[in-house]
Antibody
Framework: EVRLVESGGGLVQPGGSLRLSCAAS????????MNWVRQAPGKGLEWLSY????????YYADSVKGRFTISRDNAKNSLYLQMNNLRAEDTAVYYC????????????WGQGTLVTVSS | QSALTQPASVSGSPGQSIAISCTGT?????????VSWYQQHPGKAPKLMIY???NRPSGVSNRFSGSKSGNTASLTISGLQAEDEADYYC?????????????FGGGTELTVL
């Protein structure tokens, strides 16, 4: 069974940093590209970043470029999102999602971890 | 990046069919067959319903179907059931001179009357 479990969310002050983790199991993690997607309270989905399985390509949304860094450790079957210089508008549930490898679809999602940026 | 355009809400009665539109540009929906649709129930993670415009993942009911014409993609749900009541999001790959990645629509709330 494919399983994605996010962790690392919590309350952080504006300007602070947080590192999210996503533990993957039930599939060959190193063979799949991965995404981070977030959802602000009561709002829609926002794609944030993509890390190709081969490790050669990374994409970011403009809203987080230069502040967030995606990384992965295939030996630990884990995906990460380092978030710096956090703003109130970064408050959201953050999901990691597996790229299905066919047409930029996310075929499996974690349950999400809540990040709250507030003083 | 600007989001894809979806209606904020649609509704239908049990047994009826409804369609949700998703309008983009030639840089995303119109330029690639990389449109996906997701269903999200309150408090839950999104679930993939359609990928590559028309394809259903294993386990998704054949009451869900997708199509595309020009810059607009559509999700059709036939034989509406109470459990279909949820938020639906489209997404597409987008490539421009300054951006490559995924964009989502703003989401559509489906109410089953």
């Amino acid at each position: 069974e494919v399983r994605l479990v996010e962790s690392g969310g919590g309350l952080v002050q504006p300007g602070g940093s947080l590192r999210l983790s996503c533990a993957a199991s039930g599939f060959g993690f190193s063979h799949y590209s991965m995404n981070w997607v977030r959802q602000a309270p009561g709002k829609g989905l926002e794609w944030l970043s993509y890390f190709v399985n081969s490790g050669t390509t990374i994409y970011y949304a403009d809203s987080v470029k230069g502040r967030f860094t995606i990384s992965r450790d295939n030996a630990k079957n884990s995906l990460y999102l380092q978030m710096n210089n956090l703003r109130a508008e970064d408050t959201a549930v953050y999901y990691c999602a597996r790229d299905g490898g066919r047409a930029w679809e996310s075929d499996y999602w974690g349950q999400g971890t809540l990040v709250t940026v507030s003083s | 990046q600007s989001a894809l355009t979806q209606p904020a809400s649609v509704s239908g009665s049990p047994g009826q069919s409804i369609a949700i539109s998703c309008t983009g540009t030639s840089s995303d929906v119109g330029g690639y067959n990389y449109v996906s649709w997701y269903q999200q129930h309150p408090g839950k993670a999104p679930k993939l319903m359609i990928y590559e415009v028309t394809n259903r993942p294993s386990g998704v009911s054949n009451r869900f179907s997708g199509s595309k014409s020009g810059n607009t993609a559509s999700l059709t749900i036939s034989g509406l059931q109470a459990e279909d009541e949820a938020d639906y999001y489209c997404s597409s790959y987008r490539s421009t001179s300054t951006f490559a990645g995924v964009v989502f629509g703003g989401g559509t709330e489906l109410t089953v009357l």
